[in-house]
């Protein structure tokens, strides 16, 4: 009984995780990429800086997707 | 010239971010091969990992921002300091090379000795001012130099714009003094050439009546030249007087273009102005509160007569209208039109056309500056319209009514 109350627990908070990290990670690109274009003298550092933050977030929550998915 | 960080100061605090993401990815190895039996319990610890990982990411991606955003901008007279403080705190301001007092620079350890880079500090002599630092800047005895150059170049120049202000002033008094002089001189002769040309003298043989009068208005067009010489200088000198009464523009206009007809008849030019009767209900008036003078002969004479110089064939049309409480005055010919590199330098001292002095070799190219100088005393305005050259031109003038 406890074993499966535990078992249903990890999913719901590794689903947790994955949302508020993709929550967060979403607020702050927008947060960033709004000071990159405002702010840099060269439009295309601004855009390679958002292309490369997007990968890697892309990458790692694609990741972290399948370690929740794995908990399930 | 832009400064920023160091790539080494990026390349620490990222690296150094990106292995804390990555250590717990390492512990997991460990643990994995372990030989307590953990395998099973590593599943959570692996979305904690990549959790981490991704906060690791972000903080990468915040030192890019304030690695990339922090700059120092050094010109010629100023350096501009752009601090990025967090992600909400941004904090632009100057300091003037000319408030300078001391600049010292730091290298300290083996990374910033053998990246060349360090610490730069700049004190500053003003009360307002606030002291510059920047930690990691990259080679800070060359900015250092660099600075100090520009401190240097600056008082130079200043110096030099005082020289040659002190100069130009000297002229301007020469001028005025020169002009003056060439004036009562001419006055004078244009005098005693009258009185021969016009018979004040008694009779005198016919050749030396018509030289006297070929003289006499050479001698006028050289008054009119010192007179705008002077004009100019007054101008330039910032002395030009304006006496304001009220007068109506329409009569002094009408009574210019009447003087100057004869001018455009020998040429066979067409010569008309418009000019509407204003009813007394429509509350328009022509009476312009300003300086007649001035504006008859510095402006609407002498927009007149460049139509007429520069108008080889064709017709002169002006117009006299009032729009509100403004009077405009057009002159519109169908002359050597102005070119878009000339429109430029149209209404500056000097400001002949490339190929003006081929049409009227006797214009001393202030006639337009002065004109402008006048209308805007007056809180008008005055430019020119032309599509290109041979097309004819459109000079305007508004004037705010009295």
Partial sequence: ?72 | MTVRKHWVILARDSGAAIVAGLIPFLFMGLLSNAPYGFAADLSILRVIALLWLLVCWMVVAMIWTAYYLDVWIVTDKHIYIIDQIGLFNRKVRTLSLDHVEEISVRTEGFLQTYFDFGSIEIHTASPTEENAHFEGMPNPAYVRSLVLDQIEHFVKLEKENQVLSTTTKDQEKLIHLVGHEVKSYLTKSAGALAAIAEGDLGSVPQPVQQMAGSALQETRKGVDTVMDLLQGSDAAKGTLTIEKKPFDAKASILAIAQALKPNAAAKGLGFNLFAGDLPAQAGGTYILNGDEAKLRDQVFRNLIDNAIRYTPSGSIRMDIMTNGRIIRFEVKDSGVGITPADMQKLFTEGGHGANSTAVNPESTGFGLSIAKQIVEAHGGRIWAESASAGTGATFIVELPTA
């Fill in chain 1, 1 to 72: 009984m406890e074993s499966n109350a535990v078992s249903g627990f990890l999913p719901l908070l590794g689903w947790a995780i994955f949302f508020g990290a993709l929550a967060l990670s979403f607020a702050l690109g927008i947060i960033l990429s709004f000071h990159w274009f405002k702010y840099a003298m060269n439009p295309s550092a601004a855009m390679t800086g958002t292309i490369l933050y997007s990968a890697g977030c892309v990458i790692i929550l694609a990741l972290l997707l399948g370690a929740v998915a794995g908990l399930s």
